[in-house]
Each structure stands twice: as C-alpha cells, then as structure tokens.
C-alpha cells in the first residue's frame, strides 16, 4: 500500500512542478506581450503561432490541435482577420474549406513576439546539456503519448 502511495505523491509532484513552470513561462510571455504595441491576447498570439508553423491550415486543424471550443476559435480567428493579422483564401478542391496563413503584418508581428518566447524559453533551460535537455523532451513525449492514449 505504501508503495503505491508514494507513486501517487510522486506523479502528483511532477505535475505541479510541470503546472507550476508552465504558469511561470506565461506569465513571462504575458509581460512581454503586455509591453509591446500590437495589443494581442495570448490566444491570438498561440493562434498566429499556429498558422505560422502550419500556413494553410484551416479553423478545425487548429480546434484539433488546442482541444478549444470551435465557435470561441471562430471568433478569435475572425478578429485576427479583421486585424488584417492572417490572410484567407478558399480551399482549391472544395470552396467551402477556409485555408488560414499569416499576412505579411501578422507574420511580423508574431517574429517580433516570438524573439520573447524564444528569449523566455533560452532562460528557462539555462545550464542543461543537450543530453538533458534531450531526456526532457523525451520524458514529456512519454507522459503525453500515455494522456493520449486514455
């Protein structure tokens, strides 16, 4: 009994620890947002960072890959669009399908702010090896294929 209270204690204390970093790495990137003049929720940032790394993906890849609610996204990506932030073009095989990408402002903006994130993430990783920082990422890979799988 005591063995299997301990691996809860343990995996709960990994997920705080892992809860308590992510709070501290937006709160860096909210500050950072918060200083600069594009005046972007951090939704809107994640958003432009989706369709940065996936240009011509369309609304429903993007309520797959952030599990958020699709009429809050819609909205969200309307707002982004009447920003003049991502530019949309229909699908060439089926003109019902939106395809997002950035614009050539959007794609500014989201460099600019993503120097913050990579400066945020360069601090954070400060004195870890590449072999470290390799087990990491492949310990998290881990924990996220088994959520995945329940």
């Known amino acids: 009994m005591t063995k299997q209270v301990n691996k809860v204690n343990q995996s709960e204390q990994v997920f705080d620890a892992i809860h308590s970093i992510m709070h501290l790495y937006r709160a860096r990137q909210l500050r950072g ?13 994640k958003a432009l960072g989706f369709f940065a790394r996936h ?4 609304q429903g890849d993007l309520v797959a890959h952030s599990g958020r609610d699709k009429a809050q996204l ?67 890979q881990q924990i996220r294929q088994n959520l995945e799988t329940d």
């Not at 947002?33 to 809107?44: C, I, N, Q, S, V």
């Not at 240009?55 to 369309?58: D, K, L, R, V």
């Not at 600019?112 to 920082?133: K, N, P």
């Open 74 to 140: 819609a909205r969200l990506l309307k707002g982004l669009r009447d920003k003049q932030l991502l530019d949309a073009e229909a699908d060439e095989n089926d003109r019902r399908i939106t395809r997002l990408k950035l614009s050539d402002e959007g794609r500014r903006i989201f460099n600019s702010l993503h120097d913050l994130g990579v400066q945020a993430s360069s601090a954070a990783v400060t004195g870890m090896s590449a072999e470290q920082l390799a087990q990491l990422q492949a310990l998290l």
């Open 55 to 58: 240009p011509g993906a369309t």
């Open 33 to 45: 947002l918060r200083d600069t003049p594009h005046e972007l929720t951090h939704m809107e940032y």
